[in-house]
């Protein structure tokens, strides 16, 4: 099978120095130009990066985000790969920028998800900072959520919105004649806090019935899903500032504004990353 840059390898030309500029096609929030030495590095490294520009600046039509110069069939051959990344990435910059200008100025927090790219995450997220947004959970490792399908296998359904079942059964808890049976979503609670003390526990809930079990329960976080607005001020009143608030579900930037005055301590959304299109960046040679 054939490998490498067939195309660039088929130039009858020399290998010679050439200089090329990165540019924006459309007013964007950049993102990316810090992986721009190590994509060219992992074509050959004989070019060098230039940026004009910093990750999270605004750029202009027409704008100015590099310099590369060096070696040309190393630039012919990683063109598309940094274009990629910074196209992809800016993409959800801007997106996100768009976002925390509707939300505005207030107290509420704008959180990405873990709704990302398999194996991409960490750029997206470092994207979704460099827009104005603030990262939510990197992985399973730094937070405690319990959601709707842990409250499954707890046996904390729809129906249950008061938990009163008893914890047996469950690691680390045990049923007593002497005293009243743990509740499973308590149990759980107090199980993440002797394992994780450092970190929040959230719990999740989707009606204004299951939020005295979970403050009940101890959590430091009420994920609030999928609530009107209507819903989320009788939940942030009700919850009266005993655990933080996160909205999420059904979230877009035409809602933003409304929600901003709710008096909610954070608002989640997967849209950040999977609702945002690619910025168009493109290269133009020079030499």
């Not at 994509?39 to 590369?68: E, K």
């Not at 743990?182 to 759980?188: D, I, M, N």
Request: aromatic letters at 4%; proline letters at 6%; one cysteine or more.
């Amino acid at each position: 099978a054939h490998t490498g840059d067939l195309s660039t390898a088929s130039l009858p030309a020399a290998p010679r120095q050439a200089t090329a500029a990165v540019v924006a096609r459309e007013p964007l929030v950049v993102c990316g130009l810090e992986l721009a030495p190590m994509v060219l590095a992992a074509f050959g490294g004989r070019a060098t990066a230039q940026p004009r520009a910093r990750d999270g600046a605004s750029v202009p039509a027409g704008g100015l985000l590099a310099v590369l110069q060096g070696d040309a069939r190393t630039l012919l051959a990683a063109e598309r790969t940094l274009l990629n990344f910074l196209q992809r990435l800016s993409g959800i910059a801007t997106h996100t920028r768009r976002y925390v200008d509707a939300l505005g100025p207030g107290r509420t927090r704008l959180l990405d998800t873990r709704k990302t790219t398999p194996g991409h995450r960490m750029l997206e997220k470092y994207a979704v900072a460099c827009g104005g947004g603030w990262n939510h959970r990197l992985g399973l490792f730094d937070r405690v959520m319990l959601k709707d399908n842990h409250l499954a296998v707890l046996g904390v359904g729809p129906g249950s919105p008061e938990v009163r079942r008893s914890a047996s059964g469950i690691p680390g808890a045990r049923a007593s004649r002497t005293r009243k049976p743990v509740a499973p979503l308590a149990a759980a609670v107090a199980a993440a806090r002797r394992r994780a003390p450092d970190l929040p526990v959230e719990v999740e809930v989707d009606r204004l019935g299951q939020i005295p079990a979970a403050l009940a329960a101890g959590a430091d976080v009420i994920l609030l899903d999928n609530f009107t607005p209507s819903r989320l001020n009788r939940a942030v009143a009700l919850i009266g500032g005993q655990a933080f608030t996160e909205a999420s579900g059904g979230i877009t930037r035409r809602t933003l504004p409304r929600l901003a005055r709710i008096g909610l301590d954070f608002i989640s959304t997967g849209a950040l990353v999977h609702h945002s299109v690619w910025s168009d960046i493109g290269l133009d040679w020079r030499t």
